[in-house]
Structure formats: structure tokens, C-alpha cells
């Protein structure tokens, strides 16, 4: 399974969009160098309140440009960054990765996806309504999270748009994606 990053976006201060970038730097363990959510331990405001020396599994947020077509049906204009992701990505399926994938991108840097992204209020407030666009129920009740995937930085590196993304599966059991 292969795509391409179509947008990079990092923001050093806390705010719900990312403005897009030339470039970002994937630093080991880190996140994304500049990012207000970079770091070993969790940056997430509502992360830190509940215990601040918590695994920051949410170093890096990618998002499928697929999304941004989806809820464009139902009306709303949503671009890259908009939502808060560092990369934008085009031609995988990132909702159906299992934990534990790698994404090979850019010169070198390696993702490994950690869970799904947890749509917050805050997704409301810069569109009223979209937050249920990108999160609802399937027919059997369960939640249905759509706004993207988390991971940490294994390998880093410069990732910009037009890199390729390369998808290698964990061995083992596929272990589905859940919140983090």
C-alpha cells in the first residue's frame, strides 16, 4: 500500500489549525520540531490536566485529503491543516491501518501509528456541525471516528508535500486502530 503527502503543516502555539509549510522536520521520539505538540510526554492540554507524564502517543496527526471531499458533500470547506494534522495524505486508507503499522515518507522518517485521532468540541467551533461529520455511530452503535490517525516518530527526517508514503504492516494479528 502506497499515497503521497500532499500538505505539511506545524504550528508552535496552541491553536486548532496548523498553517501549512515547505517542509517539517520528524524528529525520533519527539513529533514534529516546532510543534507545541511534540515531546516524550503528552502535550494535549486535556492530556496534561489528566497526568502529564503520560507517552505522548499523539506526536504526529496525519489525515486523509479524502476526508476534506467527504464532508465538502455535506457542505463544509475543510483544507489541510484545518483540523490540526501535521501531514496530509492522499491514497491510503489511514482509518483501516492496524496499530503498529510503519509509514515509511519523506528522506528517511518512519511513523508508527499508535490510534485513532479523538474528534474533540473544538472541531464545532471552527464549523458548526462538522464535529458529526467526522464522528458518529455505524448501524451496529459503535463509533465511527473519521478525523484521522496519530503516531509517534520511530525514524526522523524532512517530509514534504509530493513524498511518497510506503505502508509496512505489523506482523502478527491485524489489531484494529482504537482511540488514544
Excluded: W
Excluded at 107 to 133: H, M, W, Y
Aim: aromatic share 2%; proline share 5%; net charge negative.
Amino acid at each position: 500500500m502506497s499515497g503521497r503527502v500532499t500538505a505539511v503543516s506545524s504550528n508552535g502555539e496552541y491553536a486548532f489549525t496548523k498553517p501549512n509549510r515547505d517542509s517539517i522536520t520528524l524528529l525520533a521520539g519527539l513529533g514534529v520540531e516546532g510543534d507545541v505538540h511534540a515531546g516524550v510526554t503528552v502535550k494535549h492540554r486535556s492530556r496534561v490536566a489528566q497526568d502529564p507524564t503520560r507517552p505522548n502517543l499523539r506526536q504526529v496527526h496525519l489525515i486523509h485529503e479524502e476526508l476534506f471531499a467527504e464532508v465538502g458533500e455535506a457542505g463544509f470547506e475543510v483544507g489541510p491543516g484545518d483540523l490540526g494534522e501535521n501531514i496530509t495524505t492522499r491514497g491510503i486508507d489511514l482509518l483501516g491501518l492496524p496499530t503498529g503499522a510503519l509509514l515509511r515518507l519523506g528522506d528517511g522518517a518512519v511513523l508508527e501509528v499508535t490510534g485513532l485521532r479523538n474528534p474533540c468540541l473544538q472541531i464545532d467551533l471552527f464549523q458548526d456541525g462538522l464535529l458529526k461529520q467526522v464522528a458518529g455511530r455505524d448501524e451496529g452503535g459503535n463509533v465511527v471516528r473519521k478525523a484521522g490517525i496519530m503516531s509517534v516518530v520511530r525514524e526522523g527526517g524532512v517530509v514534504r508535500p509530493g513524498d511518497a508514503i510506503e505502508v509496512e504492516l505489523p506482523a502478527g494479528a491485524h489489531r484494529p486502530l482504537e482511540r488514544v
